[in-house]
């Protein structure tokens, strides 16, 4: 049965055609949801700013300002109202919408192709996930701060779980830094990184993440064959020295090399391919796994792709987020899973959240997935709690215990 949406939702909508708008206005309500239906831009604003509607629906087609506009606004706005685009336009189109609402860090929803069904937009409303953490101030991420913040040891490297398509199995994970301001509370690194990056503070925070997962792995799960993976910036691929350091580093924790993960984005591997070509093929050499990161997103040639000594591609997380709702999505997971396997390489799948996108990329043999779906980035001392409650779920799926072993292993979590 379907839930109702919070009564104290409020629905504002944004269509020329006002019949059409009193129509999805009437859906809302008839589910306890406030709504308020508008046929021009300025309307909307003005509503949008007195109401503070907590939910908006965006037709694409206006004659006054087009919805790709109403989006941009909105995101200038800093809005947080969760966003359903609503549109007669064919399926390209209504995609490309979404990836411009996502891309301009807005809530977005999900799509309302028309003509629709009340239950279509009332499963949208109270499809409502968890909170992401957010800064929820208006801070300056500078230099000095981000300095301060490696002095008093407020950057801390959470854990995001990697599991096996087939069988569902633990095979890893990935390590994802987060700093934990004083008065913003948790900040993400798409906030921070940039700074770290011009300031000259990438290094030092890259051998903190390389400390602090390096030293967890081997603290709590040195039995064990699960690997952990590392981003690496584009500006740390251009140090010549890196894999040294890295051995020396995994030698130190007595980790052997072929448990690590370290993974360069499709853009950098390939802007700065001299470098990293040096680096990647050391890192290689030495028994490390090497993964092209965000695949499908940067302008690689097949040349350039045969050339680095990558062993894993990850598919980016906007094709996998879409995959239900995008035949293009579909076929570029499809195409890529074929690619990878065909150059010997384990392909990942980022953005997994929910079932049946797990199930889809099992069906194609896509190797490895992780997303919200199996477990967000939690702190390491979780991690244990997560492993224990993941294998009963896990057991209960298939109807028989799985991650033979794993209960001698987290004494150490």
């Not at 504002?12 to 308020?36: H, K, P, W």
């Not at 004659?63 to 390209?92: H, K, N, Q, T």
């Not at 490696?150 to 990697?162: I, N």
């Not at 503070?201 to 952990?228: C, G, H, K, M, N």
Request: charged share 20%; aromatic share 6%; glycine share 6%.
């Amino acid at each position: 049965m379907l839930s109702l949406p919070d009564p104290a939702m409020r629905l504002l909508i944004l269509d020329d055609q006002a019949d059409v708008g009193q129509v999805i206005a009437l859906a809302a309500r008839s589910a306890t949801c406030e709504a308020r239906a508008t046929t021009n831009a300025d309307a909307f604003f003005q509503t949008l700013d007195a109401w503070s509607p907590t939910h908006l629906v965006i037709d694409l087609v206006m004659p006054d300002m087009d919805g790709v506009e109403v989006v941009r606004r909105l995101a200038e706005r800093g809005c947080r109202a969760r966003i359903i685009i609503a549109s007669g336009v064919g399926s390209r189109i209504l995609d490309s919408a979404r990836r411009l609402a996502i891309e301009h860090n807005l809530d977005f929803a999900g799509v309302l192709a028309k003509p629709f069904t009340p239950r279509a937009l009332r499963a949208l409303l109270i499809d409502v996930p968890q909170a992401v953490p957010f800064d929820p101030l208006t801070i300056a991420v500078t230099a000095s701060e981000l300095q301060l913040a490696l002095t008093r040891h407020e950057l801390q490297v959470y854990y995001q779980p990697k599991v096996h398509c087939s069988g569902g199995q633990l095979a890893g994970f990935e390590a994802l830094l987060r700093w934990h301001h004083p008065i913003a509370g948790t900040i993400l690194p798409d906030r921070f990184i940039p700074v770290a990056e011009s300031s000259g503070l990438i290094r030092p925070i890259t051998d903190l993440v390389v400390e602090q997962s390096f030293a967890w792995l081997a603290r709590s799960f040195a039995d064990a064959d699960w690997s952990i993976s590392v981003n690496l910036s584009p500006l740390v691929l251009n140090d010549l020295g890196l894999a040294d350091r890295l051995l020396a580093r995994s030698r130190q924790h007595a980790i052997d090399p072929k448990r690590l993960i370290f993974e360069a984005t499709e853009t950098s591997a390939m802007d700065q391919s001299i470098n990293s070509l040096d680096v990647l093929t050391r890192l290689r050499l030495n028994g490390f796994q090497v993964s092209i990161d965000d695949f499908g997103t940067g302008y690689s040639s097949m040349a350039q792709l045969v050339r680095m000594p990558f062993s894993e591609m990850k598919i980016d997380k906007s094709f996998v987020m879409s995959a239900l709702q995008s035949s293009e999505s579909r076929a570029i997971i499809e195409a890529t899973v074929a690619l990878g396997h065909s150059l010997g390489l384990c392909v990942t799948a980022e953005g997994v959240e929910d079932a049946a996108t797990l199930e889809y990329l099992r069906m194609i043999g896509c190797d490895l997935a992780q997303g919200y779906y199996l477990a967000r980035a939690i702190p390491g001392n979780e991690v244990g709690a997560w492993i224990t409650g993941y294998r009963s779920r896990l057991a209960a799926a298939v109807g028989s215990p799985v991650l033979p072993g794993i209960g001698a292993r987290l004494s150490a979590v």
